[in-house]
């Protein structure tokens, strides 16, 4: 089983950007699925984005399609998430996933999870 472990949130200003990384050890990296989801407060987590293991054909939720970019680097067992553009209601826990199944990761049952890293957005 892959351990994961988000760093890089902290506060950002609107319209600056932020980069997120999730370091993974244990297991295969380069046979995982991997994915991104954010937790407001009060409410459950959502889907934010995915890649597959190829590194290929990225997935994003509407609200962060052309803002956000997933990216995944293999050699350091690393996955990013870019945040360019963020906007206060962007604010939320931010949390790394990973699974064989790429199903399984954007569903949000994946078998894998990091703790969980704080992004506050200011105006």
């Known amino acids: 089983q892959v351990q994961l472990v988000e760093s890089g949130g902290g506060l950002a200003q609107a319209g600056g950007s932020l980069r997120l990384s999730c370091a993974a050890s244990g297991g295969t990296f380069s046979s995982y699925a991997l994915g991104w989801f954010r937790q407001f407060p009060g409410k459950e987590r959502e889907f934010v984005s995915a890649?597959?293991?190829?590194?290929?054909?990225?997935y994003y939720a509407d609200s962060v399609k052309g803002r956000f970019t997933i990216s995944r680097d293999n050699a350091k067992n690393t996955v990013y998430l870019q945040m360019d553009n963020p906007k206060p209601e962007d604010t939320a826990v931010y949390y790394c996933?990973?699974?064989?199944?790429?199903?399984?990761?954007?569903?949000?049952?994946?078998?894998?999870w990091g703790q969980g890293t704080q992004v506050t957005v200011s105006s």
């Open positions: 890649i597959t293991w190829s590194g290929g054909t990225p």
């Open positions: 996933a990973a699974d064989e199944e790429l199903i399984r990761v954007v569903a949000g049952t994946a078998r894998s």
